[in-house]
């Protein structure tokens, strides 16, 4: 073995080894939390450029810009220069690429708010049919819906009014690519471009990601899809768990590897989630071995309220920091930890399974002054935000003649003064972080144009809030959990109603919520809490939930319980009686 | 609190710059803008309109603000915990705006008028410099054990080692109630710092316990200046460091106070409970201290170690710091010998005879001399001073009222 082979393989275990070194033919890798998934494909791209391909013909998707980000990140660091060839991205970063490559000319990606705007006028109606229009548009181009005549009809008009506008939907950063690799030879082109194709949360992929996958990757390409149908938590988005389960009967000779060591958290944690996925039906049978021995039982805790949830889980981030102010170390429970604290604010997670639960727990961070984040949960503003940001830019560039967008240094001054002049009048935060990302852009090189601009703010997805930089406790959905780690894991609203979440018709698929709960519990390193308020207020009712049925499955060696009493009532005061 | 009642205090207390306090405070700084204007060279004054009538004449003087505020970072490096609080001076409220906006996107400033940041205090310092490059950047309380740069639970060894390639931005620290600048001496790589002193006031009558004498402009810069240079800064008034409440080491809970050389004795566990005792300022000082007990740099500058007005007329009393009595009695005085800063340093014994007691007297000229027993603060608890024993105010008290 060469030195750098011996580079590229060192710490791996036995199965990632494997997964690095199978670089021909089609490859399904199955990777269980905190198997070391990411660490498997950079070492994979490092070992597919040494044994010889070109850096520019490796392709990995991600899932998020957040993961991308990482996986570059990562990626830099092991190769050098040569991962800048290297495409990493997300399936709409890839399909916005092969549109510029191919189509000359101005294009925007619009905003789901333009998108419905522009419904609206096709529809000639002001009212809130233009929202469903926009799911309905959503899910048919998605190849989720056959669609009616009806529906066709629609998307023709859509169409052409978006393509009136040079616009095109987030919808169309897959399906505009697909229609110009029906080309042959530029399909060819593409195929001889990226040889090597890897894809990351491969259980999440929608059919039109899907079918865009195996047009570029063609019969029995090197293709090496890395997942784990356990985890597969966007069916409501269209991810479908049998693409994974399939692969292999489309892709014959397919390779199976499975990542079995789990070195993320205790073997507690790990046993204790298997015992719950188990139950599932549908899945991939597989075993996971825990390299850490032990850990401390995971704690049910059992609270009155929604506040007093908030607030048993501050207690136990401020015992673990060793108190927050003098007032508070006074007065805490377990006192000061000593010298030998570990602990900063980004090793606690607070997760919940629906943004409405996050009202209650950020009032008590509010009050708290513990710094925290809530990701994905302010996502609707943000995206008006966004929206009204790009208008503004765009009728700046209008102003000042340059859309034509030819000259680089001029478009730059003009993005820069719009969000210059936001961030310094705005209250808001954002606008701040906004700019700074934007420079950050401008200074890598990623924006040219103003549609560049305007295309990365429409790419800007809900995952992609979590700031690195800022040490804080983060608070996130179940869904915005995947994919992250922490050394203290709180899953909130651990009962029936939330857990599995069934308080909405519709939506009550058993194995899905299951696998979500999974995703949560796995997200933690060392310790576990999962809460049960015995009252909760939610969507205007008050309710008496049970502890759910997924924590009663967990055997009770992995666990400990704690119940906090009621609040004291003002109790009447018995008048003193003489006799 | 508000600006008046600030304005007020520093009057009776007789400091002239005060420092306004909390400015990442959106509401306080609100408040701020509102009743001060700009004084012109970065500091501020009350406007005229919120001026009261209510102090005494013969304390009556201009006061000046400068904006400042304590921050609390805390966060993991090299492996551990540290909580590290700051305090920030800047000239204007623009800048005040300007860096809550920065840290604004870090952590709530809202929830506390100290607010906690999940940030490294080096990256704290640089953002305040990146924002505010004429901006005052002081280690605040620099012993305490929780949360300070040199604290025992949760600080560094050297400023270095937390500040790094930053740290000659740090021209000043603050000693902090347990610590005064002798103990501060004993520390080589200190000499090359400003060590300032204040009291954060939580009650305006609680202003000036602790203070920095200058001989400069009033001005922001000339401030500044002097306290990074030294150059006009011409020494500090200090509590007794024993009546601080961090100044020897013990355990609060099971009412245990130890020297640093008890606790060594005992393993660093409290002989009560046998939990671990919080190690206090003193033996955290003898930890890091390159230099023995009495050592005393060139060039340092002169302390004055007082005891708040109030507690020394609760003892002359004896009755407690919060009587009516000695309220009644501070008013007087006050009123007959000028602010509180004076009586205590400047005001002639036998003025202080006249207008309040012999043994009033005879109390402030032992503070001045260093004459008091204090059984020293640890683990929380303030330290308790005595100026006399009981025999003794029986025996001044009785020649009092001989002549």
């Not at chain 1, 939907?169 to 399909?187: K, N, V, Y």
Request: aromatic fraction near 8%; charge should be neutral; glycine fraction near 8%.
């Amino acid at each position: 073995m060469t030195d750098i082979e011996t580079r590229i393989l060192a710490g791996l275990n036995e199965s990632q080894r494997e997964a690095v070194t199978a670089i021909d033919g089609p490859l399904m890798v199955i990777a269980g939390p905190g198997t070391g998934k990411t660490l498997t494909i950079v070492r994979r791209i490092a070992y597919l450029v040494h044994r010889g391909a070109h850096p520019g013909s490796i392709l990995a998707v991600t899932f998020t810009n957040r993961a991308a980000q990482e996986m570059r990140g990562r990626t830099g660091a092991f190769l050098g220069k040569a991962a800048g060839g290297v495409f990493i991205g997300t399936f709409h970063m890839l399909g916005l690429a092969i549109i510029r490559d191919n189509k000359p000319g101005d294009l925007t990606v619009c905003t789901r708010e333009e998108q419905v705007k522009l419904l609206k006028t096709v529809l000639d109606d002001p009212g809130r049919k233009a929202e469903e229009a926009a799911d309905s548009m959503s899910r048919f181009k998605n190849l989720l819906e056959d669609g009616n005549e009806k529906m066709r009809a629609l998307y023709d008009r859509y169409q052409a009014a978006l393509r009136s506008k040079d616009l095109l939907d987030l919808d169309d950063l897959i399906l505009t690519p697909m229609e110009m690799l029906s080309d042959h030879a530029l399909l060819q082109r593409y195929r001889d471009r990226f040889r090597h194709i890897i894809v990351d949360e491969y259980q999440d992929i929608n059919p039109a990601q899907y079918r865009f996958l195996r047009l570029l990757a063609g019969d029995g390409g090197n293709i090496c899809v890395v997942g784990d149908a356990d985890q597969a938590i966007y069916a409501f988005r269209g991810a479908d768990v049998t693409n994974f389960l399939n692969f292999e009967k489309d892709l014959p000779g397919a390779r199976r590897i499975t990542l079995s060591h789990n070195y993320r958290s205790t073997a507690v944690i790990v046993n204790a989630s298997d015992a719950i996925i188990e139950k599932n039906a549908q899945r991939i049978e597989r075993t996971l071995s825990p390299v850490k021995k032990g850990g401390v039982p995971i704690t049910i805790a059992s609270v009155p309220d929604e506040r007093a949830e908030g607030e048993f889980i501050v207690s136990e981030i401020e015992a673990r920091i060793g108190g927050t102010s003098h007032y508070r170390l006074m007065n805490a429970r377990s006192g000061d930890l000593g010298p030998d604290a570990t602990f900063a604010f980004s090793d606690f997670t607070v997760i919940f399974r629906t943004n409405a639960q996050a009202e209650a727990l950020g009032e008590v961070f509010r009050t708290s002054g513990i710094p925290y984040q809530i990701i994905g949960g302010r996502y609707q503003g943000k995206r008006k935000d966004i929206a009204e940001i790009a208008d503004r830019i765009r009728e700046y560039a209008a102003g000042d003649g340059v859309t034509t967008l030819t000259g680089t240094a001029r478009s730059h001054s003009c993005i820069m003064e719009v969000l210059e002049g936001l961030a310094a009048g705005g209250k808001d935060p954002f606008y701040l972080s906004l700019y700074d990302l934007m420079r950050f852009h401008i200074a890598e090189g990623n924006i040219r144009t103003i549609d560049d601009c305007l295309n990365m703010l429409s790419l800007l997805t809900p995952l992609d809030d979590f700031d690195a930089l800022a040490d804080c406790v983060t608070l996130t959905t179940l869904h915005g959990a995947k994919g992250l780690e922490f050394r203290v894991v709180f899953i909130t609203g651990a009962e029936d109603g939330l857990i599995p979440y069934s308080l909405r018709d519709g939506q009550d698929d058993r194995e899905e919520e299951r696998r979500l709960f999974y995703v949560g519990m796995t997200r933690a390193k060392e310790e576990l809490f999962l809460l049960h308020a015995r009252s909760r207020a939610l969507y205007g009712r008050n309710t008496a939930p049970l502890l759910s049925s997924f924590v009663r499955d967990i055997p009770e060696v992995f666990t400990r319980t704690v119940a906090l009493k009621d609040r004291a009532r003002k109790r009447h005061k018995k008048q003193m009686k003489l006799f | 609190m508000v600006p008046e009642a600030l304005w007020k205090w520093a009057q009776i207390k007789g400091v002239t710059v005060v420092g306004t306090g909390d400015f990442t405070h959106p509401a306080w700084l609100k408040e701020l803008s509102e009743k001060t204007e700009p004084a012109g060279d970065g500091l501020l004054k009350l406007k005229k309109e919120f001026e009261a009538n209510d102090v005494p004449s013969s304390c009556s003087a201009n006061v000046f603000f400068m904006l400042s505020s304590e921050i609390s970072t805390i966060y993991r490096k090299n492996g551990k915990t540290r909580k590290v609080h700051s305090i920030i001076f800047v000239p204007r409220v623009a800048d005040a705006l300007h860096l809550n906006l920065a840290l604004s996107k870090i952590g709530n400033l809202n929830a506390d008028g100290r607010p906690i940041l999940g940030l490294d205090a080096k990256e704290l310092l640089r953002i305040v410099l990146d924002v505010c490059p004429g901006a005052l950047f002081v280690p605040a309380h620099a012993w305490t054990p929780h949360f300070s740069v040199f604290g025992a639970v949760s600080g560094f060894d050297s400023l270095e080692e937390c500040f790094e390639d930053l740290t000659p931005h740090i021209n000043a620290i603050e000693t902090g109630l347990s610590s005064d600048p002798s103990m501060n001496w004993r520390l080589s790589a200190l000499d090359r710092l400003t060590l300032i002193s204040n009291s954060d006031a939580h009650s305006p009558a609680k202003m000036g316990r602790e203070a920095n004498i200058l001989d400069t402009d009033i001005s922001f810069e000339a401030i500044t200046h002097a306290v990074s240079t030294g150059q006009g800064f011409l020494g500090t008034i200090e509590f007794f460091p024993e009546e601080g409440k961090y100044h020897y080491d013990g355990h609060r809970a099971c009412g245990v106070n130890l020297t640093p050389d008890e606790t060594i004795r005992q393993g660093y566990l409290c002989p009560v409970c046998g939990r671990k005792v919080t190690v206090g300022v003193l033996h955290r000082v003898n930890r890091l201290a390159d230099r023995a007990c009495g050592f005393r740099p060139d060039g340092a500058k002169p302390f004055y170690s007082l005891i708040p007005l109030p507690e020394v007329l609760a003892e002359t009393l004896g009755t407690g710091g919060a009587s009516k009595r000695v309220d009644a009695e501070y008013r007087r005085l006050i009123h007959q010998l000028g602010n509180e800063l004076r009586i205590l340093m400047d005001a002639p014994l036998n003025d202080i005879e006249r207008a309040g007691s012999p043994l009033i007297r005879e109390a402030i000229s032992r503070i001045r001399k260093g004459e008091v027993h204090i059984v020293p603060g640890f683990d929380g608890e303030y330290g308790k001073i005595k100026i006399f024993e009981t025999r003794e105010r029986k025996q001044l008290k009785g020649q009092a009222t001989l002549f």
